[in-house]
């Protein structure tokens, strides 16, 4: 099994900062690797697919790097609506999810 | 506009059984493989199992293998999720997700599953 580890935990930010959150996955799953954002009371929706690539009507703040093992979203100014939890996704062996960075206004 | 409708969630007591449904439309259906993911209550996600356009492959979490089956059918665009020998910690509320290319595309609004006596 695939284990993603996102860090931080918790990223305290205020609107108009930058925001960049890590996912390390236990073994190589290339460019296999997807986030999604949650708000409270609301189903996932997916950012970014492929490592980096935007999904459909994904505004152009959001952004995703990465290959390999080690992956970063950046979130280039925080609007208020982007305080979130945002999670790593992994489809190169099997599906597994990392557990969560959580987005607070400082 | 995609839409995902599940149903079949509720309170059961540890040991019982539930069957979800996920009545699914705005796109075709059986073009699609399918998905549950899980989130117990303030927890993170969990993908459960899926299931290829016509049926005929099918993976689980190892955590629900032999107790849960995954299962659709595309004349009714409907996808579902038998749940037996329930424990506490299935305790989640289940979605039903469209997959493209391994990524969860989209989501239904969930529904709950408490598994207590």
């Known amino acids: 099994e695939v284990v993603l580890t996102q860090s931080p935990a918790t990223l305290s930010l205020s609107p108009g900062e930058r925001a960049t959150l890590s996912c390390r996955a236990s073994?190589?799953?290339?460019?296999?690797l997807a986030w999604y954002q949650q708000k409270p009371g609301q189903a996932p929706r997916l950012l970014i697919y492929?490592?980096?690539n935007r999904a459909t009507g994904i505004p152009a703040r959001f952004s995703g790097s990465g290959s390999g093992t080690d992956f970063t979203l950046t979130i280039s100014s925080l609007e208020p609506e982007d305080f979130a939890v945002y999670y790593c996704?992994?489809?190169?062996?099997?599906?597994?999810f990392g557990q969560g960075t959580k987005v607070d206004i400082k | 506009e995609v839409q995902l409708v599940e149903s079949g969630g509720g309170l059961v007591q540890p040991g019982g059984s539930l069957r979800l449904s996920c009545a699914a439309s705005?796109?075709?259906?059986?073009?699609?493989?399918m998905n549950w993911v899980r989130q117990a209550p303030g927890k993170g996600l969990e993908w459960v199992a899926n299931?290829?356009?016509?049926?005929?492959?099918?993976d689980y979490v190892d955590s629900v293998k032999g107790r849960f089956t995954i299962a659709r059918d595309n004349a009714k665009n409907s996808l579902y999720l038998q749940m037996n020998s329930l424990r506490a910690e299935d305790t989640a509320v289940y979605y039903c997700?469209?997959?493209?290319?391994?990524?969860?595309?989209?989501w239904g609004q969930g529904t709950l599953v408490a598994v207590s006596s």
């Open positions: 997700v469209r997959d493209a290319g391994g990524w969860f595309v989209d």
């Open positions: 705005g796109f075709t259906f059986s073009n699609y493989w």
């Open positions: 299931i290829r356009q016509h049926g005929s492959e099918k």
């Open positions: 073994q190589s799953v290339s460019s296999h």
């Open positions: 492929d490592a980096s």
């Open positions: 996704q992994q489809r190169s062996n099997g599906r597994t």
